[in-house]
């Protein structure tokens, strides 16, 4: 049964201001911040225990903590824009908080126990937020994109970890103002067969020649995503599809680093095995489909090498998944080969990814969709800031063409693409490569008039 309260409250602020809290209880309850509505948290901490956060009106944080407790997900979301001041996640039984839009947090984000789940989304620290506590057992994952990202200013910096995210810097030179972003996918590490683990860098500093930096990448054992610390060593890449090892100065597996010394410029980075061993299968494409109450997954895969089966794994959170089938797979093959499955009992806003398993027993994943068969329509980028290429996901309730179009900072349309957008989950890829560095805005319409806008940085 679900239960609704209304709360009338009033805030003591120059011209009273009233407005209009509900929550609801359904297992879960939820803070929703009425359209037209103002919540003045001042300096007091809010504590949400296993609450969802909506904010479809004006949330101002202040100085104060929006703290969530509790044993069950907790998810952000509306209409609205929403900063914190001090978010602290404090869930325990390893629960999340689901993101379900992009956040900005200008302080710290406090980890005492469980999960932030980034989901797709961004948490934007500026230049002033930072990480307190992280850990093994309370930590950002994101294996559905997302990523944590701030803004520093790195002159000749000694040890600088910028918001404790885990990039750590030296160099004798003065980088000047560097964007940061952290992400928590696994990334192909085309051109030498590799996976890396949950754990990616995208630095760009406004200096980024002759640097003879050192940079020190840290992470966490439940990143390693299945590699052998021994054999880390760092990958980069300029352009997000072609990988160069760039080896190690040192590894510390005891303080789970490997630090790399004489980098004379930055972009993507993230850790894989040097050994380069390679992929059994090569991915090329994941759909996912609504047909008569149900879900089509399609993925297609390049080439094989002893693989073994699929399984199709499903979750509702991001955070827990669930095999609900699997599919045998060719076990070796180097033409292009077409795998189905059919959810018949989807949930509401389900995930998906494919496990493939080799003959020996190893596994790799595909990419995540999210899939929206009840008539709503999902849209997110990333990444943002993009180096070369970027990816659009469109979630439809029907089949449409899809216009994607790219503005420069006068208005200037710069680039425009269209394709065809089927129902259900769809990715594209899309190479900015041409564009100079800067800022742009992305609009992107499909289902005969609905559209989605957001700022795009390009950083190359």
């Known amino acids: 049964m679900r239960k609704n309260i209304f709360l009338l409250v009033k805030v003591k602020l120059p011209g009273l201001l009233l407005f209009l809290l509900s929550t609801s209880y359904s297992g879960t309850a939820q803070l929703t911040i009425s359209p037209g509505a103002l919540f003045f948290a001042g300096k007091q901490a809010l504590a949400l225990q296993n609450s969802n956060f909506i904010n479809n009106g004006n949330f101002n944080a202040d100085s104060g903590t929006v703290s969530f407790t509790g044993n069950f997900p907790s998810s952000v979301s509306g209409d609205q824009a929403i900063q914190f001041f001090d978010l602290q996640?404090?869930?325990?039984?390893?629960?999340a908080i689901l993101l379900q839009r992009n956040v900005g947090v200008k302080r710290n984000i406090l980890f005492s126990s469980g999960l932030l789940n980034l989901n797709g989304f961004n948490t934007d620290l500026g230049a002033t937020g930072s990480?307190?506590?992280?850990?093994?057992?309370?930590?950002?994952?994101?294996?559905?994109?997302?990523?944590?990202?701030?803004?520093?200013?790195?002159?000749?910096?000694?040890?600088?970890?910028?918001?404790?995210?885990?990039?750590?810097f030296t160099s004798n030179e003065n980088l000047g103002p560097v964007i940061i972003a952290r992400g928590h996918q696994a990334l192909a590490v085309s051109g030498l067969g590799n996976n890396s683990i949950l754990r990616y860098y995208d630095i760009f500093p406004a200096n980024n020649v002759n640097l003879s930096a050192t940079l020190k990448f840290t992470y966490f054992d439940a990143e390693l995503n299945g590699f052998d610390e021994a054999l880390l060593t760092l990958f980069k890449t300029e352009d997000g599809a072609n990988w160069s090892n760039q080896g190690f100065t040192s590894r510390n597996a005891a303080e789970n680093s490997v630090a790399k010394a004489g980098i004379n410029s930055f972009s993507r980075w993230?850790?894989?095995n040097g050994a380069n061993s390679p992929l059994a299968v090569l991915f090329i494409s994941f759909n996912a489909k609504c047909e008569g109450g149900g879900v089509i997954l399609t993925w297609q895969t390049a080439q094989e090498q002893n693989s073994n089966h699929f399984n199709v794994e499903r979750s509702t959170d991001g955070t827990d998944w669930s095999t609900i089938g699997n599919v045998r797979a060719a076990g070796n093959s180097v033409v292009e080969k077409t795998y189905s499955f059919m959810d018949n009992n989807p949930p509401r806003n389900a995930q998906y990814r494919i496990a493939e398993y080799d003959v020996d027993g190893k596994r790799q994943y595909s990419t995540i969709l999210r899939s929206s068969c009840d008539g709503n329509e999902n849209f997110n980028v990333w990444p943002n800031p993009v180096h070369d290429k970027f990816f659009v996901n469109v979630t439809?309730?029907?089949?449409?063409?899809?216009?994607?179009?790219?503005?420069?900072?006068?208005?200037?349309?710069?680039?425009i693409e269209k394709v065809n957008v089927l129902r259900g989950s769809n990715?594209?890829?899309?190479?900015?490569?041409?564009l100079s560095s800067g800022t742009y805005l992305l609009s992107v319409t499909w289902n005969q008039g609905q559209t989605k806008k957001t700022v795009l940085v390009v950083k190359h």
């Open 396 to 415: 439809a309730a029907a089949e449409s063409q899809a216009n994607i179009r790219v503005y420069d900072s006068k208005g200037a349309l710069v680039k």
């Open 89 to 95: 996640v404090a869930k325990t039984n390893n629960a």
């Open 270 to 272: 993230t850790l894989s």
């Open 427 to 434: 990715v594209f890829t899309l190479d900015v490569a041409p």
């Open 131 to 168: 990480l307190v506590n992280e850990n093994e057992n309370s930590r950002v994952i994101g294996s559905n994109g997302g990523q944590v990202q701030l803004s520093a200013s790195l002159n000749a910096p000694l040890n600088a970890n910028p918001g404790n995210l885990g990039a750590i």
